[in-house]
């Protein structure tokens, strides 16, 4: 256990955990799929078949079935992002009217048994057939989409050449939702942070159900809350064990995130058509939230984001069926943008507040051999532990920037920066935003280790990957506390992994 943590904070952090109440959860058998609908059968009435140019990809709808547990959603407008009122909204959720077509979508993200059958093993973290897949990569995600649409006769959507990944948008077969498509789909025709309204409680999703909405401010007091702190899992649940939204869908908020097409990249004001994001870039969308997210990050509008060959036990994907009319004979190509190389100079940069950190980065400080640099405050935090709780949140709630007493001399030498930091309100703290923005990370790595109290990384990694979108996010370490006799060994590998300890 570690020494410089006061172990009232520590109790403190871990005793609110405890304490909150155990909330029964009503879990309902998920259907699997069975049966077939006819595709065009469901469409006709709908929208005139189009007379696309015929191209390479392009399929005849009448021969198409859509699995049972798909639904049909019809295609509409709808505000996508969020009103500059909603709490914990981030700045890149800008209001904008975006239109989407028809599409059917998968009544639950893609179960272990769902994987295991197409792709004959299985990466989860946690073990059940009907448990949503997860550990699956961007890229382990599309090619589940193509193998499951060559088995069942249809003409894969995705084209994988090494990084680059075209889709094409004429084919008939599985992909995954681009962003409009995956929020229009959540929201099911509200407006409101979550699709149950205001809140979301921890029997309506699988969630960090301690820290519900809005539990930041009014964590002293929680009178206020609309809803109250309830069942942490700690762990995935069958698909299909909370209410569906209002167009049939279950769990797209919480359970386990879910992968988009779309690279991560800033909304524009203007209407949208049908948007597919950005054409190039490093990271892409995912969203939703998991089981070990917090409230805050399981709203409609939260925009995840990592590099296409990050995986977690946090994050799976649906899939989606265009319907004939989408079949647009489109071809996009996008490219993954330039990527460092893990290894080099490297600098081991930290910020801590109680500690933890500092003694976690001069272990690898030890091993590494690298140069370190603690980031330092002009303006540090209070060091009484309900004050930086409460001064922590409001900084992250307005996306502070705190002013950095220190400076990396000569950044440029350094082609990998070991980021370290505690988790603070399942994110960074601000001043990991300052550090980030205060220098060109083009072409470096990033390798975070997180110390925390039990919520891992939280969404620490989306924070980074938003911040430093041009440089290459390697894998993380997370540390409970200050670590335990294992420490050690957890360094070691986590370096091997990443390139920068021979094996
Ligand atoms: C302001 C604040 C917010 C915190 N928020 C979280 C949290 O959301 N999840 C978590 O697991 N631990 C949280 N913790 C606990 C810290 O992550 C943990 O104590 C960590 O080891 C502190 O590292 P440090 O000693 O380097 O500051 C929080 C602690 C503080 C002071």
């Known amino acids: 256990m570690n020494k410089n943590l006061p172990r009232r904070e520590m109790l403190r952090w871990l005793t609110y955990a405890a304490a909150s109440t155990l909330v029964a959860c009503h879990f309902t058998d998920p259907t699997t799929s069975s049966g077939s609908v006819n595709w065009s059968a469901q469409d006709a009435s709908k929208t005139p078949a189009p007379s696309p140019t ?5 399929v005849s709808s ?15 407008t709808f505000l996508m992002g969020s009103p500059t009122f909603e709490p914990w909204r981030g700045q890149d959720e800008i209001l904008h009217l975006g239109t989407v077509s028809d599409f059917y979508m998968s009544k639950y993200e893609v179960t272990q048994e769902e994987y295991q059958e197409i792709m004959g093993y299985n990466p989860s973290t946690f073990s059940g057939k009907n448990l949503p897949v997860e550990n699956v990569t961007w890229f382990d995600a599309i090619t589940y989409c193509n193998a499951r649409s060559k088995k069942e006769g249809l003409t894969p959507v995705y084209t994988i050449n090494g990084q680059s990944v075209s889709w094409n948008r004429g084919a008939n077969g599985y992909r995954l939702p681009t962003e409009a498509e995956w929020e229009y789909a959540c929201r099911a025709g509200t407006t409101t942070p979550f699709n149950t309204q205001t809140s979301i409680s921890a029997e309506e999703a699988n969630y960090y159900g301690h820290y519900p909405y809005e539990i930041e401010e009014n ?33 797209m908020h919480g359970n386990v995130s879910e992968w988009c097409w779309d690279y991560y990249g800033p909304y524009s004001t203007q209407a949208q058509n049908d948007p597919t994001g950005p054409t190039s870039g490093t990271l892409r969308v995912y969203r939703g939230g998991g089981w070990n997210d917090f409230a805050k990050h399981l709203r409609s509008a939260y925009r995840a984001a990592a590099p296409p060959t990050h995986s977690s036990y946090n994050l799976g994907f649906r899939l989606v069926l265009g319907t004939p009319t989408t079949f647009a004979s489109v071809t996009e190509t996008v490219n993954i943008a330039n990527t460092g190389t893990g290894k080099g100079n490297i600098l081991i940069a930290y910020f801590t507040w109680s500690g933890n950190t500092r003694s976690i980065a001069h272990r690898v400080q030890q091993i590494t051999g690298a140069d370190i640099f603690e980031i330092q405050l002009v303006n540090p935090y209070s060091t009484d532990y309900n004050t930086v709780l409460d001064q922590a949140q409001r900084d992250q709630n307005r996306q502070a920037r705190p002013r950095l007493a220190n ?30 923005e205060g220098y060109k990370f083009t072409g470096k790595t990033i390798v975070p280790f997180c110390s925390h109290g039990g919520g891992r990384f939280g969404q620490s990694l989306t924070a980074i990957a938003k911040l430093a979108p041009d440089a290459t996010l390697a894998k993380g370490l997370s540390v409970y506390y200050s670590g335990g006799p294992n420490l050690q060994n957890e360094i070691l590998f986590w370096l091997r992994q990443n390139g920068i300890l021979k094996p």
């Not at 964590?219 to 049939?248: C, D, E, H, I």
């Open 54 to 58: 015929p191209r390479l990809g392009s």
């Open 62 to 76: 009448a021969t198409i079935k859509v699995p049972e547990n798909f639904v049909f959603i019809k295609g509409g």
């Open 219 to 251: 964590y002293f007091s929680q009178g206020n809350l609309a809803t109250k702190p309830g069942q942490y899992r700690q762990t995935t649940v069958a698909v299909g064990s909370f209410a569906p939204n209002r167009w049939g869908l279950y769990g």
């Open 407 to 436: 400076r990396v001399e000569q950044m440029e030498q350094y082609d990998t920066i070991l980021l370290g930091y505690p988790n603070w309100w399942a994110s960074i703290p601000m001043p990991i935003a300052s550090f980030l």
